[in-house]
């Protein structure tokens, strides 16, 4: 692995807890569909460091969701419950961007928010382990 593809995915993982911070924001001001925006986001970045670290780089975010799920969710390293939540952000966040006539109800985003905290700091730490070995 290069110093260059470890500094980029340290820089996305760094993206991923900014883009949370960013939803915690958003969603304190009742932004809700904007906060579901920015928890995919988050979640997106986590995933893209880890596979970048993997040699892939999807030019698409389906390329990305598809990836996750064949390379660390069937495989067992991460549990499906992870791959359906993350599944249910990218759905809710293609609503919450594209969609006419949705907004998010905030009793329904709150949960998401430490779901999602879980989601980045687990892939996230899936992703420094690879960065930096502990042998």
Request: proline share 2%; net charge negative.
């Amino acid at each position: 692995m290069t110093d260059e593809t470890r500094t980029l995915a340290r820089y996305r993982i760094e993206r991923a807890r900014e883009a949370l911070d960013e939803a915690g924001l958003l969603f304190s001001q009742g932004h809700t569909n904007a906060c579901v925006s920015r928890l995919y986001y988050g979640c997106f970045y986590a995933v893209s460091a880890l596979l970048l670290l993997e040699g892939h780089s999807p030019s698409k975010h389906s390329g990305v969701r598809a990836l996750f799920h064949q390379r660390f969710v069937r495989t067992g390293v991460f549990a499906k419950d992870l791959g359906r939540f993350y599944d249910r952000l990218f759905d809710n966040r293609q609503k919450a961007d594209y969609a006419d006539l949705v907004t998010f109800d905030a009793a329904d985003v709150s949960p998401w928010l430490s779901e999602a905290l879980n989601f980045v700091e687990a892939v996230s730490k899936e992703a420094e382990d690879r960065i930096d070995p502990k042998d």
